[in-house]
């Protein structure tokens, strides 16, 4: 049984899934596209040599008959409408990050999704099924260092454009640990603060940079998190887990070891999607997977609403300057 | 387009291939089976759900209309006269290791395919699609160490069964390396060489490990290769090319760093399937890619031929204790 | 010329360090013993075969013609009035951690010296003497990474002993960092933070394990520190210096690397004395050359007394949950 | 009692133990210097301010009744006879590399020290000193891998000098292995090969650059030693020992991880004297306990006589493309 996708919105992430659908994964095909700009959506049919229609908009091809599941790809805030649109249609759907640019937003999806009584939507936390994370996980799960007491994490990218603010720290960088933190630690947030280190001069003027993210977890877990946006050296992502009996420390991505000029190094990685380009075929394949068994898996719009309210927490954290609790709605039994 | 293939050889490898291509890898479907073992066959389509026919035997698998490619998976042995027969029947075919038992074998497919006038053949010498393999061939080919002088490599295993005798640190086990080697270093063999260590305690009566493959290059290149199948403590591969500016070393597989128990440790891997297991997936999709394209990439005949000759050398100086040319016929320009 | 030393207080440290002088290092030799416990003296004298009087007292060894320096290495409380009493005699003295058991009785030496007008005391902070310490002082200094903005440290012993209370994270073990990162950041501090994770099993009831100490720095940098005493596995001290332009991380010590049993393995320490007894001998080596030359380096009566109004905020920190003020007198000119 | 020490040779070397003995180490003075040049045997004694003698010759020194022990750091030629002149004065003393300029004259101190029925003589072979090599002695010798089967060597320096010809890699570089691998495995050498690799561009036309040794010992061990004098990155000293159960490889330097510039990276040593500076202090202050204690251990005549002997065994194995036996006299009971 193939699948037959409708890809809403083809920009680079939408026509990078395509792609991978097409000539990298097994058991789908990209049947629809539409996009806001037509002639993008045109482009990639004809690039990727696909058997697709092109629709006029994202309702027509989440109607289309030959249409088993659909990939928001379209600008953040339109996933809610089409994601909605998708249950509506009782169709499985994968949307991009975030689900919805507001918590609540993502709450009226998780209310669909339990109304609609089956679990039809995945959200696009790739990092979950990067093959560090989940040896790191699979480390926890089994005991190997104990219990965890606290994470030190970091994110660091080499630079970012002059249009990244300080809350996106929280929103656009943040987003990915809040995200699989949970997930690592089967736990959620109780608290968030933000202290402000020494402010690089590797930055604009109007940028916090580097911040440092403080967060407690209900299972008393504490996370230290270094968002460091322009660190100049590297796209480098750390997490130490420090658990009861020993610590377990997220892999570097393979590289050679070279000696050469005084040095015996390793390379790290400069851009963010060479580090995280495999996750996006696993997480995609398993989407596909999914949809072949009728049973999806991977996180959840219940993940996706965690998210958001944690980031909230912590953006309202980097103004106050306090300890700002994170506080959910009561977790339907449907996502447990 | 979906590349229509049959498997021949439906044991370990044969059903492992048909199930990445049916589960794991775009752009092809399993279609024709055939085993000396009919029930074996029957039992890899009903385990994997494919659409596929049950040939008798190969030659009729090969002759089907609607194979296009054919995949070589059966006892070796056999192997020469199904890829000879692909050749004839102008289909693509991809042949486990080895291409054939003799190097006289390998020429005769080497002949056939020069006269069919066109690529056809793809030989299973999967590390050359190893992600760490890579890395360092791009590093050679980059010159970032220079010309590369010397190589010294291992290969380990934790160990091996009773079966397994001399002849076959060669034959099964440095076989990869007589090809990757090769490839790696864009150079052919001179000479071969092999002294025995003190033997482990820790292996049958009638076996010599570990032993050191010693190997000159035509480009002057020294490789000493350790070869040692009852390591006890993993299956671990290393290649260390030292060249005129530096060194690059194959990556270690990723692994978590943990701290634990007085140990700061990485995981060794002691299965070789694990540490080769990305690598079938890659040199499968590759292949299918190249039918696709009409257009083969990959190992091919003269470089199964040139393994071959290299091996028979090898053996030839385990029995002699002396330094043992490599000679083989000249390279048709097709190949190059 | 020789240096003639007296030791006070000839328990484990100070016997170690009588050994030390007499059978490592160059330029002097001791020549006056005393200890609460005369029998332990008498003691130390025959087991290392020293030529050197027995005191009653620390007063009357201070007073000894033939003593040129001092060694304190007495019960903490005694400090104060030993080293004052030096600085009196006009003599060079060593004292071990702390320099005394509150920041004003630090005060009181640092006014004793100021007086004087002549550095007299060094204080037994060995971490500074660290090869690998002085590594990354040196990589700090010589602006690798540019200017340092946050600290990642960590602490972590085995285990502690049943009388190890909450308060001893601070006085007894984090007061080590509290000396070390202001020397490697040329630095002082502005507030203390304690944060308390989820408690390991592995402690006492009475006690909290682990724990994190949040500090910011005048120049604005941020440290976060991990105290964590029974971590199970090994004495391990973790400092990861991140600046504008990249991270330094002080060293491992050197160790073997092993492969075995599926692992690749370092050994890490258990025993905090095999981690900086290399320390011991370069502090006191320094120690005696300053002696020589007339010209006494190394940690200072102000260090001293910085280190005390650090670890007072920090223990306030403890029991307010509270962001707390480092509050210190103003620098004499005398020490900078 | 302090060890009078008189130093025969005042250049690099010996005034480096000169200094060492003054300024670093416990127990020894240096009363008495001598250089053919004898301005700069005077320059010595002014720098370091010693109260020594300057001697016409190594003779007189020798015979000084204040000279309880001698360091002989003269020129290769002139060791033999001052060691012989040592030990017919019945004092102990250390001798620099080589202990003679032939087998022969190794042989001739053997004979004598014998014949005085003490041990008097210490070889400079300071890697036995290295913390490194004793952690890896240790690791073998407590059985932590089996017993050992092969080891893979490197001895890399970055340049060497125009006057450096092709038999110097093994007299000169590489008779630091000849010594310690004997001494690490306790075993003796059976015979000695060499190949030739692909000469590295970076050399001088009259040098084969790089070399490998390829031994044989008694025991069967197979050991290969990369000679490579001119590999530009470092200094840089590699020995993997491959045991029955396991590997244990000596450790890398202690140095900084550096993350910067896209690299992860550490530092390789370049300059030789600061990968063993420290084992020279360590072999010193072994040779001037040994003289306190009239005990003397560390490298012996018969080590120094066994390196020459390996050394001249590999030198004809350079020229003759063969493997070479090597052939000792045997052993004195004396030695063992
Ligand atoms: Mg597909
Ligand atoms: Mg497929
Ligand atoms: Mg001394
Ligand atoms: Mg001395």
């Given at each position: 049984?193939?699948?037959?996708?409708?890809v809403i919105g083809t920009g680079?992430?939408g026509?990078?899934?395509?792609?991978?659908?097409?000539?990298?994964?097994?058991?789908?095909?990209?049947?629809?596209?539409?996009d806001?700009?037509?002639?993008?959506?045109?482009?990639?049919?004809?690039?990727?040599?696909?058997?697709?229609?092109?629709?006029?908009?994202?309702?027509?091809?989440?109607?289309?008959?030959?249409?088993?599941?659909?990939?928001v790809c379209s600008?953040?805030?339109?996933?809610?409408?089409?994601?909605?649109?998708?249950?509506?249609?009782?169709?499985?759907?994968?949307?991009?990050?975030?689900?919805?640019?507001?918590?609540?937003?993502?709450?009226?999806?998780?209310?669909?999704?339990?109304?609609?009584?089956?679990?039809?939507?995945?959200?696009?936390?790739?990092?979950?099924?990067?093959?560090?994370?989940?040896?790191?996980?699979?480390?926890?799960?089994?005991?190997?260092?104990?219990?965890?007491?606290?994470?030190?994490?970091?994110?660091?990218?080499?630079?970012?454009?002059?249009?990244?603010?300080?809350?996106?720290?929280?929103?656009?960088?943040?987003?990915?640990?809040?995200?699989?933190?949970?997930?690592?630690?089967?736990?959620?947030?109780?608290?968030?603060?933000?202290?402000?280190?020494?402010?690089?001069?590797?930055?604009?003027?109007?940028?916090?940079?580097?911040?440092?993210?403080?967060?407690?977890?209900?299972?008393?877990?504490?996370?230290?998190?270094?968002?460091?946006?322009?660190?100049?050296?590297?796209?480098?992502?750390?997490?130490?887990?420090?658990?009861?009996?020993?610590?377990?420390?997220?892999?570097?991505?393979?590289?050679?070891?070279?000696?050469?000029?005084?040095?015996?190094?390793?390379?790290?990685?400069?851009?963010?999607?060479?580090?995280?380009?495999?996750?996006?075929?696993?997480?995609?394949?398993?989407?596909?997977?999914?949809?072949?068994?009728?049973?999806?898996?991977?996180?959840?719009?219940?993940?996706?609403?965690?998210?958001?309210?944690?980031?909230?927490?912590?953006?309202?954290?980097?103004?106050?300057?306090?300890?700002?609790?994170?506080?959910?709605?009561?977790?339907?039994?449907?996502?447990?």
């Amino acid at each position: 049984m193939t699948i037959n996708i409708g890809v809403i919105g083809t920009g680079a992430i939408g026509e990078d899934h395509a792609r991978r659908i097409t000539q990298t994964l097994a058991g789908g095909q990209v049947v629809a596209v539409t996009d806001v700009n037509q002639e993008q959506a045109r482009g990639v049919v004809e690039r990727l040599g696909l058997q697709a229609e092109v629709y006029a908009n994202g309702m027509e091809l989440i109607a289309a008959d030959n249409v088993d599941a659909i990939l928001v790809c379209s600008w953040g805030p339109t996933h809610e409408e089409f994601v909605l649109a998708a249950i509506a249609a009782g169709k499985y759907v994968f949307c991009e990050k975030p689900l919805a640019v507001t918590a609540e937003g993502c709450l009226n999806i998780v209310k669909a999704e339990v109304a609609a009584g089956k679990r039809l939507v995945q959200v696009g936390f790739m990092r979950r099924y990067d093959k560090g994370y989940q040896m790191l996980k699979q480390s926890i799960d089994s005991n190997d260092i104990g219990a965890p007491l606290m994470l030190h994490c970091a994110h660091r990218n080499p630079t970012v454009p002059d249009r990244y603010v300080t809350s996106m720290a929280i929103v656009d960088t943040a987003i990915h640990e809040l995200d699989a933190l949970r997930w690592l630690l089967d736990d959620d947030y109780k608290s968030m603060q933000v202290v402000y280190p020494r402010r690089t001069k590797n930055r604009f003027e109007h940028l916090a940079d580097p911040q440092i993210l403080l967060i407690e977890t209900l299972k008393g877990v504490r996370i230290d998190l270094e968002i460091f946006v322009n660190c100049q050296y590297g796209y480098d992502i750390q997490c130490s887990v420090v658990g009861e009996e020993g610590i377990a420390n997220l892999p570097e991505p393979q590289s050679l070891q070279m000696r050469k000029g005084a040095k015996l190094s390793h390379e790290i990685l400069v851009d963010w999607k060479d580090r995280f380009i495999e996750s996006y075929d696993v997480e995609l394949q398993d989407f596909i997977r999914g949809c072949e068994q009728d049973s999806i898996g991977g996180p959840s719009s219940w993940d996706g609403y965690a998210a958001a309210v944690a980031a909230d927490a912590a953006v309202t954290a980097q103004e106050s300057g306090q300890v700002e609790p994170v506080v959910m709605v009561e977790r339907p039994s449907f996502y447990s």
